[in-house]
C-alpha cells in the first residue's frame, strides 16, 4: 500500500491519501483521541503521537499536529498507523459516529434563502476546501449573517479568514442578495 501525502494551505495539517475509500458519505472531525473513540482509524492515528486533530474525508485523512511537533519526526509513525488500519480491515467509524453535514433545524421564513445557501455550499465551496483537506459546513443563518463551521485543514489555517471573507463570502453574497456577511463558528 502506497500513501500520498500533500501539504495543504495549514502548515500544521497534512493530507493523507491511501488510494482508497475512506469514508462511504460524509466527513467526521475527531479533535481529540477522546472524540476519536468510535473511529478505529483516528484513535490508530492519535496512538501515532504528536497528533492534535484528525479529520477524516470521503478519500483522504487530513492530520493536524501537536504545535511545536515536526513533521519529520511525527510523519513515519502516522503513515503506519494509517496502513495499519487499512491492512486490519476495520472501518474508518463504527455506525454513525462523527459525521459531519450541514446543521438543521427550523429556517423558517428563510427556508428558502438556507436552501439556497446549502446548495451553493455542497456544489461550489466543499468540494474545493476538500482538494486542501478541509471541509465547511453550514451552521446557521440569521438577519443577513451566514455562519459557517470550518474542519480539517480549514480549522486554524492562516489563509482561513481570507478564503471566508474574500472567496465564499463574496459568492454566496453573487448570487444570494440577502447575505450580508459570513462569519466561522466553532462548534
Known amino acids: 500500500m502506497f ?23 460524509g466527513t467526521a472531525d475527531f479533535p481529540n ?16 503521537g504528536g497528533v492534535a486533530g484528525v479529520f477524516l474525508g470521503p478519500d483522504f485523512v487530513t ?11 511525527i510523519k513515519p509513525g502516522i503513515l503506519g498507523a494509517i496502513m495499519e488500519h487499512f491492512q486490519s480491515g476495520q472501518p474508518a467509524i463504527e455506525g454513525a459516529a462523527g459525521a459531519v453535514e450541514h446543521a438543521s433545524g427550523d429556517a423558517g421564513e428563510d427556508e428558502a434563502i438556507v436552501s439556497q445557501i446549502k446548495e451553493l455550499l455542497d456544489t ?8 486542501d483537506g478541509g471541509d465547511i459546513t453550514f451552521h446557521g443563518f440569521d438577519r443577513g449573517i451566514v455562519y ?9 489555517c492562516p489563509s482561513s479568514t ?26
Open 124 to 131: 461550489r465551496v466543499r468540494p474545493a476546501v476538500a482538494q
Open 148 to 156: 459557517l463551521h470550518m474542519q480539517g485543514a480549514c480549522a486554524g
Open 33 to 48: 483521541d477522546a472524540a476519536a473513540q468510535a473511529s478505529p482509524l483516528a484513535h490508530r492515528i492519535f496512538g501515532a
Open 63 to 73: 492530520v493536524t499536529k501537536i504545535e511545536g511537533e515536526d513533521w519529520n519526526h
Open 162 to 187: 481570507m478564503t471566508l471573507k474574500m472567496g465564499i463570502e463574496n459568492l454566496l453574497r453573487h448570487y444570494i442578495p440577502e447575505v450580508q456577511e459570513v462569519r466561522p463558528v466553532g462548534v
Open 3 to 25: 500513501i500520498q501525502t500533500e501539504s495543504t494551505p495549514n502548515p500544521a495539517t497534512l493530507k493523507f491519501l491511501p488510494g482508497q475509500k475512506v469514508l462511504e458519505t
